[in-house]
């Protein structure tokens, strides 16, 4: 399983990206998906995932800026960033687990920087 991450840059506070991740599967309604953050000398933290059935969860803090989706027919799950803070500044990674075996895939992380 291979999950590339694009997406990432440098954005004003305030500003919006759009990151994406497409996965090398051969199913790809077998696994949920989702996006985790590491910032600077902290830990990585879950920030968003989508089920195989496309139910959606958020850490609070990125609630009602962030949104994550899935398209199927890509293998491919997206994640909206919207009105980013400077303490959003982190290497963001695509996850994926599959739903049979819990088996876990990591991307190699895309850089989002938010600073003026």
């Known amino acids: 399983v291979q999950l590339v991450e694009s997406g990432g840059g440098l954005v004003q506070p305030g500003g919006s990206l759009r990151l994406s991740c497409q996965a090398s599967v051969s199913i ?67 996850h994926a687990r599959h739903v049979l075996n819990n088996q876990d895939y990591w991307g190699q992380g895309t850089l989002v920087t938010v600073s003026s």
């Open 28 to 94: 790809f309604s077998l696994y949920h998906m989702g996006w985790y953050r590491q910032a600077p000398g902290k830990q990585r933290e879950s920030v968003a995932s989508v089920t195989t059935s496309g139910t959606t969860y958020y850490a609070d803090s990125v609630k009602g800026r962030f949104t994550i989706s899935r398209d199927s027919a890509k293998k491919t799950v997206y994640m909206q960033l919207n009105n980013l803070k400077p303490e959003g500044t982190a290497a963001y990674y695509c």
